[in-house]
C-alpha cells in the first residue's frame, strides 16, 4: 500500500497528539498502560486506524480497548483543536499484538538456544567419558 507523505506525516502527528492526550487528558480508569504503535490514514485524510500496544491481561487489554472507543469522541474533538484540517478523521482502534507476539519469538529463540547449548554439553560428556584422555606418554 503506497502512501502519500502527507498521509505518512499526518498519521505520525495523530500517534504523538494521542499519545500525549491518552498519558495527560483521559481519565478512563479501564484504559492500563497503552503505546501508539502507528497510525494509518486513508487517502482521503477522512479515516484514521490508530494501533496500539497494550499491557496486562487479555482481560486488561480488552477493558482498555473498550475505555479507548468510549473515548474516540473526546480524542477527536481535542485532536482537532491541535490539528488545521479541514475534515477530522474518524479514529478507529486496532489492538497491535506485535509487541508480544515478538517477545514471544525472542522467548522461544531463547529456549531453543538453550537446549541446544545442553545438547552440545552432553554431548561432549559422554564423547569424553567414551575416549579417555589418551595423552598420558609412557615412561621406559
Given at each position: 500500500?503506497?502512501?502519500?507523505?502527507?498521509?505518512?506525516?499526518?498519521?505520525?502527528?495523530?500517534?504523538?497528539?494521542?499519545?500525549?492526550?491518552?498519558?495527560?487528558?483521559?481519565?478512563?480508569?479501564?484504559?492500563?498502560?497503552?503505546?501508539?504503535?502507528?497510525?494509518?490514514?486513508?487517502?482521503?485524510l477522512r479515516?484514521?486506524?490508530?494501533?496500539?500496544?497494550v499491557m496486562?491481561?487479555?482481560?486488561?487489554?480488552?477493558?482498555?480497548?473498550?475505555?479507548?472507543?468510549?473515548?474516540?469522541?473526546?480524542?477527536?474533538?481535542?485532536?482537532?483543536?491541535?490539528?488545521?484540517?479541514?475534515?477530522?478523521?474518524?479514529?478507529?482502534?486496532?489492538?497491535?499484538?506485535?509487541?508480544?507476539?515478538?517477545?514471544?519469538?525472542?522467548?522461544?529463540?531463547?529456549?531453543?538456544?538453550?537446549?541446544?547449548?545442553?545438547?552440545?554439553?552432553?554431548?561432549?560428556?559422554?564423547?569424553?567419558?567414551?575416549?579417555?584422555?589418551?595423552?598420558?606418554?609412557?615412561?621406559?
Open positions: 500500500m503506497v502512501h502519500s507523505h502527507r498521509q505518512e506525516k499526518l498519521g505520525e502527528q495523530i500517534a504523538e497528539d494521542i499519545s500525549d492526550l491518552i498519558r495527560t487528558r483521559v481519565k478512563d480508569p479501564r484504559i492500563g498502560f497503552v503505546s501508539v504503535t502507528r497510525v494509518e490514514v486513508s487517502g482521503d479515516h484514521a486506524k490508530v494501533y496500539v500496544s496486562g491481561s487479555p482481560e486488561e487489554r480488552k477493558e482498555t480497548m473498550q475505555g479507548l472507543n468510549k473515548a474516540t469522541g473526546f480524542l477527536r474533538h481535542e485532536l482537532a483543536s491541535r490539528l488545521t484540517l479541514r475534515y477530522m478523521p474518524e479514529i478507529t482502534f486496532k489492538l497491535d499484538n506485535s509487541i508480544e507476539e515478538g517477545s514471544r519469538v525472542l522467548e522461544l529463540i531463547n529456549k531453543v538456544s538453550r537446549e541446544d547449548e545442553e545438547r552440545k554439553q552432553t554431548l561432549e560428556a559422554q564423547m569424553a567419558s567414551q575416549h579417555p584422555d589418551e595423552t598420558t606418554e609412557n615412561i621406559d
